[in-house]
């Protein structure tokens, strides 16, 4: 990210523009050009699935069920959030919104419970607990639950000085999490591929990307981007 994003992405946060951001009507606390990075892996890797962690008011749950929808997909959004009272789509028909600790071992068993043997790509989203130990935690859980192909998103690698709300303390910055991630998840049965941020013609974003291969993970040379991480498994 360069000079003039940095700039940019300090103002979008520190104003708190993304906590005014809505999808149809439901606050949805996102990055524009992060919800179009979205729209397009969806799309470029048949997405048939997503599981979220961290709900909220569920506009991102809504956003991820629409795509699934427009794209032909019959698979379904999972969403985790430990706290329900801010969700107001609870009853929609294609969102499965689980009550619970994301990274514990029971969380693990009741999302399983929920995806067929034989699925499409899933595109799995951690936005909970933004913690370096939480999200460490999350990696590990979910490891499990991802085979070939599927995708891998940690956002909010932003926080602690990278370059926004330094007071933070520990967490996941996406300059970290490429190395950390292959650590933390080498007792899976298939090692993660992190994939550089995509960044295209914005500037910034506000996650770190990874893949999901059966191929040794290799590291790839950081650009550290904003907010995100992003990771995929090809």
């Not at 439901?26 to 919800?35: A, G, M």
């Not at 295209?200 to 770190?208: G, H, I, M, Q, R």
């Amino acid at each position: 990210m360069n000079e003039a994003a940095e700039a940019y992405f300090r103002w979008f946060y520190d104003q708190g523009i993304w906590k005014r951001m809505h999808y149809r009507g439901v606050r949805i606390l996102k990055v524009p050009s992060d919800l179009w990075n979205y729209q397009e892996i969806f799309v470029e890797h048949r997405v048939e699935w997503v599981l979220e962690t961290g709900t909220r008011h569920g506009g991102s749950a809504l956003f991820f069920s629409d795509l699934l929808q427009l794209n032909g997909s019959k698979g379904r959004v999972i969403s985790i959030d430990v706290d329900a009272a801010a969700n107001i789509v609870a009853g929609h028909p294609n969102i499965d919104f689980l009550l619970g600790d994301s990274a514990s071992p029971g969380m693990v068993d009741r999302v399983r419970s929920l995806l067929p043997s034989v699925r499409g790509t899933l595109f799995a989203i951690l936005d909970s607990d933004h913690t370096k130990a939480h999200v460490l935690q999350e990696l590990e859980a979910i490891s499990v639950l991802l085979k070939k192909g599927d995708y891998l998103v940690v956002e909010d690698t932003c926080v602690n000085g990278h370059p926004v709300r330094p007071q933070f303390g520990p967490g996941l910055a996406a300059r970290l999490l490429r190395a950390r991630v292959i650590s933390a998840l080498c007792f899976a049965p298939i090692p993660f591929e992190t994939r550089a941020s995509i960044l295209k013609d914005y500037l910034f974003n506000s996650v770190c990307y990874n893949d999901f291969a059966e191929t040794p993970a290799r590291r790839v040379a950081p650009q550290h981007s904003g907010a995100h991480n992003r990771a995929g498994m090809q």
